[in-house]
């Protein structure tokens, strides 16, 4: 039977090393602060700007939300971030994906400096990122590489397979995973015989967002399923991608949804802040 893999617990302890960090900051008065840009009312996206807001709180970190109005314009947007920019009490800029059809995403993602890109979005962060000396690191492929390294679990030697190759969790996953050491490979909507894939993998990365997709007999004995999806069953219930009772009697580790990589994206955003308002201040 797989180890569940808990998420809450491994981002818990996470979240207390980064307010003793907060903690000594403020020592030095500096205050580590995230402003968060939330454009129109998707209610998922309201349910994660509220979690980021109770994360700040619980580390110290001061939060500055900017729910602004469906209709806005990508100039006030742009401006808004040039403002938080120049604001030098204001180290990490986060705009909450998606923005609304009209909007430019590309060009706001564009626009935040990007020693402020806490989601390590920009150009920048992802070149840093592509030849391995990032400071601000993407927050969920982050917080899978945590959750790893809390288990001793090591990719080193081991193949991996990235499903989905999006550019905020499947792209940067894989190449924290090949920076680890392991030889990775990405899957996506255009992979034939899927199953012939994950079977090889001894540490499987779901990020598709399709319930149902991963079998018991598409996973190799033993291996480590890692489910970044967030999905509802027909009851309304969150999921992941794998059917996890039924993967768990195969795997010899995995991570549930709800209560898996959710919370320790979170964490990795505090800690992406903290790592942000130090390099601000001169502080490594
Ligand atoms: N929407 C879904 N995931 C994310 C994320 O990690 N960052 C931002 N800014 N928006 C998202």
Same mark, same amino acid.
């Given at each position: 039977?797989?180890?569940?893999?808990?998420?809450?617990?491994?981002?818990?302890?996470?979240?207390?090393?980064?307010?003793?960090?907060?903690?000594?900051?403020?020592?030095?008065?500096?205050?580590?602060?995230?402003?968060?840009?939330?454009?129109?009312?998707?209610?998922?996206?309201?349910?994660?700007?509220?979690?980021?807001?109770?994360?700040?709180?619980?580390?110290?970190?001061?939060?500055?939300?900017?729910?602004?109005?469906?209709?806005?314009?990508?100039?006030?947007?742009?401006?808004?971030?040039?403002?938080?920019?120049?604001?030098?009490?204001?180290?990490?800029?986060?705009?909450?994906?998606?923005?609304?059809?009209?909007?430019?995403?590309?060009?706001?993602?564009?626009?935040?400096?990007?020693?402020?890109?806490?989601?390590?979005?920009?150009?920048?962060?992802?070149?840093?990122?592509?030849?391995?000396?990032?400071?601000?690191?993407?927050?969920?492929?982050?917080?899978?590489?945590?959750?790893?390294?809390?288990?001793?679990?090591?990719?080193?030697?081991?193949?991996?397979? !990235?499903?989905?190759?999006?550019?905020?969790?499947?792209?940067?996953?894989?190449?924290?995973?090949?920076?680890?050491?392991?030889?990775?490979?990405?899957?996506?909507?255009?992979?034939?015989?899927?199953?012939?894939?994950?079977?090889?993998?001894?540490?499987?990365?779901?990020?598709?967002?399709?319930?149902?997709?991963?079998?018991?007999?598409?996973?190799?004995?033993?291996?480590?399923?890692?489910? !970044?999806?967030?999905?509802?069953?027909?009851?309304?219930?969150?999921?992941?991608?794998?059917?996890?009772?039924?993967?768990?009697?195969?795997?010899?580790?995995?991570?549930?949804?709800?209560?898996?990589?959710?919370?320790?994206?979170?964490?990795?955003?505090?800690?992406?802040?903290?790592?942000?308002?130090?390099?601000?201040?001169?502080?490594?």
């Amino acid at each position: 039977m797989a180890k569940r893999i808990d998420g809450k617990e491994i981002s818990s302890a996470m979240l207390d090393k980064v307010a003793l960090e907060v903690a000594a900051l403020k020592e030095k008065h500096i205050e580590p602060c995230l402003a968060v840009i939330l454009v129109g009312d998707n209610p998922a996206s309201q349910v994660y700007v509220r979690n980021k807001q109770r994360a700040c709180e619980r580390v110290g970190i001061r939060s500055v939300s900017h729910i602004l109005p469906a209709e806005t314009t990508q100039a006030a947007l742009l401006d808004l971030i040039d403002t938080l920019n120049r604001d030098e009490t204001v180290h990490g800029i986060l705009c909450q994906l998606p923005l609304p059809e009209h909007l430019d995403s590309e060009q706001v993602l564009l626009a935040i400096a990007p020693e402020k890109d806490v989601d390590a979005f920009h150009p920048v962060n992802v070149g840093k990122i592509t030849i391995g000396n990032a400071d601000l690191l993407p927050c969920t492929p982050a917080g899978v590489m945590e959750m790893l390294r809390y288990e001793g679990i090591s990719p080193a030697g081991k193949h991996c397979v !990235v499903l989905g190759r999006s550019n905020i969790v499947g792209k940067p996953m894989a190449l924290l995973l090949l920076a680890a050491n392991g030889t990775v490979t990405v899957c996506h909507s255009k992979t034939p015989d899927l199953a012939a894939m994950t079977r090889q993998a001894d540490i499987l990365v779901s990020a598709v967002g399709r319930r149902g997709l991963i079998t018991a007999d598409m996973v190799k004995p033993g291996a480590v399923v890692i489910d !970044v999806s967030i999905n509802r069953d027909e009851n309304g219930k969150l999921c992941g991608d794998a059917d996890y009772d039924a993967v768990s009697v195969v795997a010899s580790a995995i991570t549930p949804v709800p209560g898996g990589v959710g919370p320790m994206t979170i964490a990795m955003l505090m800690r992406n802040t903290v790592t942000a308002a130090k390099a601000q201040n001169g502080i490594n």
